[in-house]
């Protein structure tokens, strides 16, 4: 855990920022985003109090998430179309803002990418084959996505800011 202080708070960084939806981590994204942070606050915040500064806790976090988003684009080609065109969205949001974004092109990509790990749902579920819906309950059995308690949809920091989504606080999205 990394602490630090922004404009007269602490900054107290808990490794939910590199959690999928079912709060599992990876090894590499923590080392990584700790690395990361270290080097940055040994060099630019030097002479910082805390071990680590927030903002280099942040891009550690930002590179964590981009060597996460080429993982899952590896096993599942599938979810970068659909997140692709996500970009600039804000989270959580309702289901429909998301889904009305997958045109019949980006539809397309999913069929069509090949994908070693093909979307369940989307391409085997006798009733909702080929829907939308079916693709958001896909992207949340892969913990990509999460259900708020009034039924919206989430996503955790570790795909969110690789993928160019807002959310209001928290790590932002790279430019």
Known sequence: MGISRKRGFTYTWIPTHLADAAGRMSPRS???????????????FAGHEYALHFQAIQDGVVAASSIRI??????????????????????????????????????????????KLAPRRFTTDLNRKDTPAALVD?????????????GRL?????????????????VKPPR
């Open 70 to 115: 080429e993982e899952i684009k590896e096993d599942y080609p599938w979810v970068e179309p659909l997140l692709e065109a996500a970009r600039g969205i804000s989270v959580p949001c309702d289901p429909m803002d998301l889904t009305n974004l997958w045109t019949s092109d980006r539809l397309a990509e999913v069929r069509s990418a090949g994908a």
């Open 154 to 170: 989430n996503m955790p920091d570790i795909f969110r800011v690789g993928f160019g989504i807002k959310r209001k606080g928290g």
């Open 30 to 44: 923590l080392l990584l985003a700790l690395k990361r942070a270290a080097t940055i606050s040994s060099g630019k």
């Open 138 to 150: 896909d992207l949340v059995e892969l913990s990509v996505l999460y259900r708020t308690e009034d």
